[in-house]
């Protein structure tokens, strides 16, 4: 496993977008829309992992939630795995709760999986694999 990215709750993307290019010192190099999940995504790149911020498209979706909750802030933290079935598999029996039964497809050509925050010290954790097509 190697730290992926973090991911931030934002509520407006494209001012999130200036302010992370100021402090990284650098533009995003990906805009995404992942419709299943009602968010909007973009791409900071930062030595071998990256910094994903995310604002929501609907009042429903996971971010909205999250940030009428705790406002904007840290979302969740990802780690890259090879195989996330096996992973997957793995954190079960090891008695960790997932919040889903199998990988979705996600933003930046990804599989992933979260593990419930009640499982790892009230943290978010996703589970993301390279989709190869």
């Given at each position: 496993?190697?730290?992926?990215?973090?991911?931030?709750?934002?509520?407006?993307?494209?001012?999130?977008?200036?302010?992370?290019?100021?402090?990284?010192?650098?533009?995003?190099?990906?805009?995404?829309?992942?419709?299943?999940e009602?968010?909007?995504?973009?791409?900071?790149?930062?030595?071998?992992?990256?910094?994903?911020?995310?604002?929501?498209?609907?009042?429903?979706?996971?971010?909205?939630?999250?940030?009428?909750?705790?406002?904007?802030?840290?979302?969740?933290?990802?780690?890259?795995?090879?195989?996330?079935?096996a992973?997957?598999?793995?954190?079960?029996?090891?008695?960790?709760?997932?919040?889903?039964?199998?990988?979705?497809?996600?933003?930046?050509?990804?599989?992933?999986?979260?593990?419930?925050?009640?499982?790892?010290?009230?943290?978010?954790?996703?589970l993301?694999?390279?989709?190869?097509?």
């Open positions: 496993m190697k730290l992926e990215h973090i991911g931030i709750a934002v509520k407006d993307l494209e001012a999130a977008n200036e302010l992370y290019a100021l402090l990284i010192g650098k533009k995003h190099y990906k805009i995404e829309t992942v419709e299943s009602q968010v909007n995504t973009s791409f900071f790149k930062t030595g071998s992992s990256k910094i994903e911020l995310l604002e929501a498209t609907g009042p429903k979706s996971a971010i909205a939630r999250h940030i009428e909750k705790r406002g904007e802030g840290i979302h969740h933290i990802a780690f890259e795995v090879k195989d996330i079935y992973e997957m598999e793995r954190l079960r029996k090891e008695g960790f709760r997932l919040l889903n039964e199998k990988p979705k497809r996600g933003a930046d050509n990804k599989l992933v999986c979260f593990v419930h925050p009640k499982s790892a010290n009230s943290v978010l954790v996703e993301c694999q390279r989709i190869v097509e």
